[in-house]
């Protein structure tokens, strides 16, 4: 087990040098220079010179890359360009709480809604029941989150003025739990609902399977209760493989995200990357699509890991 | 196969009035897929979007870029069947015209991530070995990467029209396809028939397109189905952030971009409704046929 562990973290590293390589590719064919972006245009072609030579612009492409790469490794994104010296990984820092707040918010609500609909509708299958969650599920999918977000906000927002149409907090009001829990209940939700609807349909389909295996039809034989049979054996192994699933929704969850701080003027890292799209922030730009592809890499790698902890059929 | 035809020249001799002729497979695939009511209600509503929308400049009742500053968003009435936008453009035939876009985008967007995934995944599929651990891991790495932030970052350095975005949603979204016929190929390159022609000598770029890959257009058919319902949902959110089709060109993304004002909230907040209704209908019954191919396709179920 501790040897898949460690060659399983180590396959990790050559996807993230990947993910640099292309990244930082995709930056490279962008027309122009970066300086012009950067420096005063008024400056002395003296100035621009020791400007380039102080930025490493002067150096081959392997050894920018190098550099660049480097320099994230310890923590150091670079600066923005529009906001002049402000370090990405302090502007990353402060947003960074609210966005994971917003998604272990989601993910919570999602399991929690999602598996019991899977697992009631795997128990009474082709049922008007099942029906029922079965298309929920497809409407689910189908509904652009962003969408679904603007609804809510035109309806429970403005129309019946139950919850705060964006935001983490009221204005200037001193902290209270209630009143941040009032403004994370719409964006949660809608990030929620994409992936609630997916992980009905894999739960479902999954618990199906395992309930007709036979130590199933055994336990139930022996005079076990139905719920008992379902919650204790079924449940135990209907469950293993949705954790490869949350690995591989994971990139999905992370773009739906970013849509609904977008939505929801949530002040998260979804957001400040778009905000930095339309300023053309391209360090900060760079930053945050290495960040979220770590992110993945690693959410996938404890997916796999905690995969083989509760399989103990596999050998590795 | 040959078993089924013994019994059933058994049974015409036992039983000379069972002489019809076995259904074809184009038949055996219309029964299956009738047999599925929801994905037959999808084809028909996605055929009804398709016309309209490819033909809105016969069908569109108004011109959809012409403003009238007195009649600015106005409710769903006798006239204007779903009102009129922020300009006083009649929404209905901006929708069609819209459909057009997000459609031309997404089939568009499709046959490309077709092309790049089809021909990676063959190759992985069919070679094996280093070529397959290369590739494969190159699709890892792309996978990785949140595809709203790959396509943003790309959007953001070429600032493309609506037709460029088509090869820039083809570059982001081939990757799932590359992994599925990459897993049809495997298994399929083992089989007899591929054996048998690489026997003959038969060159290794017919093999793949003439002999396997027919074989493997089931799963890639149903994979493209669902995969232009993402690629719509995809655009709509890129131009709802405004970074995808650019106006005065209406695609379904941008017309809720548009909606999505303050005051458009207030005064007309059905407004926002359609061009989302929309997207949600269309996605859906893409998904509802995509459904319904699997099962048609699939050989074995019946």
Redesign the interface.
């Given at each position: 087990m501790i040897s898949y562990i460690i060659r399983r973290t180590l396959m990790a590293i050559p996807l993230l040098l990947g993910i640099t390589i292309i990244s930082f590719a995709i930056i490279q064919l962008a027309p122009g220079d970066p300086t012009t972006l950067m420096m005063d245009p008024t400056l002395k072609p003296e100035d621009q010179e020791k400007f380039r030579e102080k930025y490493g612009l002067n150096d081959s492409i392997p050894k920018q890359y190098m550099t660049w790469v480097g320099n994230m490794a310890q923590g150091d994104f670079g600066t923005s360009i529009i906001r002049r010296g402000v370090p990405v990984s302090e502007m990353i820092m402060n947003r960074l709480p609210n966005t994971i707040l917003l998604m272990a918010v989601s993910t919570i609500l999602a399991i929690l809604i999602a598996v019991p609909l899977g697992i009631i509708s795997s128990m009474r299958p082709y049922t008007k029941l099942d029906y029922t969650v079965t298309v929920t599920s497809f409407l689910g999918v189908a509904t652009p989150g962003f969408w679904l977000g603007l609804m809510m906000i035109i309806f429970f927002g403005v129309k019946l003025g139950w919850f705060p149409t964006g935001g983490v907090s009221t204005l200037n009001a001193p902290f209270s739990i209630w009143d941040r829990i009032h403004h994370l209940i719409m964006p949660a939700f809608v990030l929620a609902a994409a992936d609630m609807a997916a992980l009905t349909r894999y739960t479902r389909s999954s618990m199906l399977e395992v309930l007709h295996q036979d130590y199933i039809r055994t336990a139930k034989s022996k005079g076990f209760k139905e719920s008992k049979v379902v919650l204790k054996h079924g449940l135990r192994n209907g469950l293993i493989p949705i954790i490869t699933i949350f690995g591989l929704m994971l990139p999905s969850f992370i773009s739906g995200a970013a849509i609904t701080e977008s939505v929801f003027s949530w002040p998260g890292i979804g957001r400040l990357f778009i905000e930095s799209a339309f300023t053309r922030d391209y360090p900060v730009i760079m930053g945050l699509t290495v960040l979220s592809s770590v992110f993945v890499v690693i959410g996938n790698l404890l997916a796999d890991i905690l995969y083989a902890v509760f399989d103990p059929r596999i050998e590795y | 196969m040959a078993q089924n035809n013994l019994d059933t020249n058994n049974e015409l001799a036992l039983n000379p009035n069972l002489q019809e002729k076995p259904d074809t497979l184009t038949k055996i695939f219309f029964r299956k897929f009738t047999k599925n009511k929801l994905a037959v209600f999808g084809a028909i509503v996605l055929l009804i979007i398709i016309i309209l929308a490819a033909f809105a400049p016969w069908i569109a009742p108004f011109d959809h870029e012409k403003t009238n500053v007195i009649n600015k968003l106005s409710s769903p009435g006798k006239e204007h069947w779903l009102g009129t936008d922020r300009f006083g453009r009649d929404v209905f035939s901006r929708l069609l015209f819209g459909g057009r876009i997000s459609l031309l985008v997404a089939f568009g967007s499709v046959a490309g991530a077709l092309i790049i995934g089809t021909t990676i995944g063959a190759l992985a599929g069919y070679y094996g070995g280093m070529i397959d651990a290369i590739l494969m891991?190159?699709v890892?790495?792309?996978?990785?990467?949140?595809?709203?932030?790959?396509l943003?970052?790309?959007?953001?350095?070429f600032e493309p029209g609506w037709d460029k975005l088509i090869l820039i949603f083809a570059l982001t979204s081939w990757t799932s396809t590359a992994r599925l016929v990459r897993g049809e190929f495997l298994s399929l390159r083992t089989r007899e028939f591929v054996l048998a022609s690489r026997t003959i000598g038969t060159r290794a770029s017919k093999i793949i397109f003439s002999h396997i890959l027919p074989n493997a257009m089931g799963p890639i058919i149903v994979a493209a189905t669902l995969l232009v319902?993402g690629v719509i949902?995809s655009e709509?959110?890129l131009s709802?952030?405004?970074?995808g089709v650019q106006p005065p060109t209406p695609s379904w993304g941008n017309m809720?971009q548009d909606?999505?004002g303050f005051t458009v909230?207030?005064k007309a907040?059905w407004y926002?409704?359609f061009?989302?209704l929309l997207?949600?209908i269309t996605?859906?019954c893409f998904?509802?046929v995509g459904d319904g191919l699997r099962d048609a396709l699939d050989p074995k179920g019946d």
């Open positions: - | 891991r190159f890892d790495i792309v996978i990785s990467i949140p595809s709203l932030f790959l943003i970052t790309v959007v953001t350095i319902g949902l709509a959110a709802y952030l405004g970074l809720l909606a999505q909230i207030i907040p926002p409704a061009p989302g997207i949600l996605v859906l998904n509802f």
